[in-house]
T-cell receptor, first 115, second 111 residues
């Protein structure tokens, strides 16, 4: 079964700062997916990025970038030039790759971006 | 609106009453999930449907909980004899491929 650890419970940054959210996961699957979701105060979970386990290429998408290292089971997420609207709880989510694609959520990291 | 729709958005009920929530997934998605989220926690998996078949249920889904997805379209989650510990946000997600689309949830408060 998958397990995820987001050691940072809460992070506060000042607007325009870069911020990195850490994620360490555990899985027995050889192939799997990793996601980052955002949950703003409105409550809806918003998909941000996806990475499959057999592609360790790190990418940038707008202000978002991620660093996936399979050897250390880490999947860190960076927001560049943070904005107040980025304030939310962020979840790193591993998903199995065998049928149910069940998403396993941890407790998330609450990001506060201050003006 | 082509997203996942949940109804009602909020529900306040007295302990011991039955409640039912509805989820309308994105129409072409055949997989549907229910999650429960309590304050300060991440969502916890409850159950999963592939079309109309309920394929997996979490241990969190006690015998007071029942979920259905008739005809593989919308789904309902019923809680019988509600308890205060059932107070939570109930989230529905439909999945295409490997990406989940979540609804805005139903917030249940049991008083």
């Amino acid at each position: 079964a998958q397990k995820v650890t987001q050691a940072q419970t809460e992070i506060s940054v000042v607007e325009k700062e870069d911020v990195t959210l850490d994620c360490v996961y555990e899985t027995r699957d050889t192939t799997y997916y990793l996601f980052w979701y955002k949950q703003p105060p409105s409550g809806e979970l918003v998909f941000l990025i996806r990475r499959n386990s057999f592609d360790e290429q790190n990418e940038i998408s707008g202000r978002y970038s991620w660093n996936f290292q399979k050897s250390t089971s880490s999947f860190n997420f960076t927001i560049t030039a943070s904005q107040v609207v980025d304030s939310a709880v962020y979840f790193c989510v591993p998903s199995n790759n065998s049928g149910t694609y069940k998403y396993i959520f941890g407790t998330g990291t609450r990001l506060k971006v201050l003006a | 609106d082509t997203g996942v729709s949940q109804d009602p958005r909020h529900k306040i009920t007295k302990r011991g009453q039955n409640v039912t929530f509805r989820c309308d997934p994105i129409s072409e998605h055949n997989r549907l999930y229910w999650y429960r989220q309590t304050l300060g926690q991440g969502p916890e998996f409850l159950t999963y449907f592939q079309n109309e078949a309920q394929l997996e249920k979490s241990r969190l889904l006690s015998d007071r909980f029942s979920a259905e997805r008739p005809k593989g379209s919308f789904s309902t989650l019923e809680i019988q004899r509600t308890e205060q510990g059932d107070s939570a946000m109930y989230l529905c997600a439909s999945i295409t491929g490997y990406e989940a689309f979540f609804g805005q949830g139903t917030r249940l408060t049991v008083v």
